[in-house]
């Protein structure tokens, strides 16, 4: 029984570069959530899908950062241009539905130099 | 969302009751508790949660005050793995957006 996945763990991308972050929600889960924990706070909410629809992306900062949830495939949190502002560790959450009981991958630590 | 109090940080010998509490005072009607730890650099995990009846898992139990203004997190036997950041999250039944706050750092001793 599978987890939520994802890959890769650790990302290290020059300023300016891209950054593509995978997430597999477990088994049977449709409801994709992405968080993002910058160095010594705590986590924040950036963007809810479903497969092929973003629900909500209130999170998310509104230049160079993008998701999305193909029908078949993995969630891809991408993030153009990264800046050093862009350290910090992603992670992405599933759920059955829509709601708080959501299982968490362990996470994408991104570091830009 | 109804905002959460945890205390800062707790200490708990292994194999004694942890208790961890949190307030909730203007939690509505139709919200819940949620209860999530972050051990070290992982990514959080699920506890527990409940709405005005006590909760128990595998995991924890759930003990939520009959005016729903506070509940405590017990870990009956914690052990040196318990330590971690315990959060405490209210949320409606259709919410999906967690609010980690700042949470209760836990460290279980030997």
């Known amino acids: 029984n599978a987890g939520v996945m994802q890959n890769p763990r650790h990302l290290v991308r020059r300023r300016g570069q891209e950054a593509r972050l995978r997430c597999s929600p477990m088994?049977?889960?449709?409801?994709v959530y992405w968080y993002r924990q910058l160095p010594e706070e705590g986590l924040k909410f950036m963007v809810y899908?479903?497969?092929?629809?973003?629900?909500?992306e209130s999170g998310m900062p509104k230049e160079r950062f993008s998701a999305e949830f193909p029908k078949e495939g993995p969630s891809i949190l991408r993030i153009q241009q990264v800046v050093r502002g862009d350290s910090a560790a992603y992670f992405c959450?599933?759920?059955?539905?829509?709601?708080?009981?959501?299982?968490f991958g362990p996470g994408t630590r991104l570091t830009v130099t | 969302d109804a905002k959460t109090t945890q205390p800062p940080s707790m200490d708990c010998a292994e194999g004694r009751a942890a208790n961890l509490p949190c307030n909730h005072s203007?939690?509505?009607?139709?919200?819940?508790v949620y209860w999530y730890r972050q051990i070290h650099s992982q990514g959080p995990q699920y506890i527990i949660h409940?709405?005005?009846n006590n909760e128990t898992n595998e995991m924890a139990s759930l003990i939520i005050t009959e005016d729903r203004k506070s509940s405590t997190l017990i870990l009956p036997h914690a052990t040196l793995r318990d330590t971690a950041v315990y959060y405490c999250?209210?949320?409606?039944?259709?919410?999906?957006?967690?609010?980690f706050g700042k949470g209760t750092s836990l460290l279980v001793t030997p």
């Open positions: 959450a599933s759920s059955i539905r829509g709601a708080s009981e959501q299982y």
């Open positions: 088994k049977g889960h449709s409801h």
């Open positions: 899908l479903q497969k092929e629809n973003i629900i909500d």
């Open positions: 203007t939690i509505s009607g139709n919200e819940y």
């Open positions: 409940g709405l005005k």
């Open positions: 999250i209210v949320n409606g039944a259709s919410g999906y957006a967690l609010n």
